[in-house]
């Protein structure tokens, strides 16, 4: 599996290049913001006619990463569904394939902005999950530590020797993990705004996914 492991609140993780955060003592899968069923929602609000195809496509992402790590608990940060009635309107095929992912696995859905209220899935709903020594909850809190949230969509923008690339990236520091949006169709915020440069301390790094996910200092400007 690829990755780059880092410590937090003295636990050992790894971001995964998919953008999932894999914990290797607990059997722990992460994954925030899969916003499924955003196609659907911009079709119905807005008249926006995307491929209806980044269900299927989050879905086949997170499968792989369950196999490949024989995840025995699974976290979803919150925001999992684009609005509630995305989760409403979820194609039989699709909920009978979470079923699937689900079975025999713990699977938590912490509830985010997009999604504050239960769904009509299996798993447990809350508001957020201790599991000492880190915290899972959707929005980062200040003055918090050992924390692992999402909300924010990171990316980075970094410079190669040919041409400047943006890519969605975890951003930790001593205090907290921000994961990126593992949902197909999600944007970004980038992580030189004030809001993630005031949540995050001067030395944090950032992991930028894809095939060979990296670290490096989180840019700020």
């Known amino acids: ?43 119905r609000r807005d008249g926006a006619q995307l491929p209806p195809y980044e269900t299927r496509d989050t879905l086949i992402r997170l499968e792989n990463d369950l196999n490949s790590t024989n995840a025995g608990t699974v976290i979803c940060l919150g925001d999992s569904f684009d609005d509630l009635e995305a989760a409403r309107t979820l194609s039989e095929a699709d909920r009978l394939w979470i079923n699937r992912l689900q079975a025999g696995r713990r699977w938590v859905w912490i509830e985010g902005n997009h999604d504050p209220g239960p769904i009509a899935l299996g798993g447990t709903h809350l508001a957020e999950l201790p599991l000492p020594p880190l915290t899972f909850r959707h929005i980062a809190q200040s003055g918090k530590s050992g924390e692992i949230s999402g909300h924010y969509h990171p990316k980075v923008r970094v410079q190669t020797r040919l041409r400047a690339i943006s890519r969605p990236a975890f951003l930790f520091d001593a205090d907290r993990v921000i994961l990126p949006a593992f949902g197909t169709y999600t944007g970004g915020l980038r992580s030189t705004d004030a809001a993630l440069a005031t949540l995050m301390r001067p030395e944090a790094r950032a992991i930028i996914t894809g095939q060979t996910p990296r670290m490096v200092p989180m840019p700020r400007g």
């Not at 003295?10 to 069923?37: F, K, M, P």
């Open 1 to 43: 599996m690829n990755g780059v492991e880092f410590s937090l609140a003295g636990a050992t993780l790894t971001a995964l290049g998919s953008g999932a955060l894999w914990w290797a003592e607990r059997r722990l899968l992460v994954v925030s913001d899969l916003h499924l069923g955003k196609s659907d929602r911009l079709a």
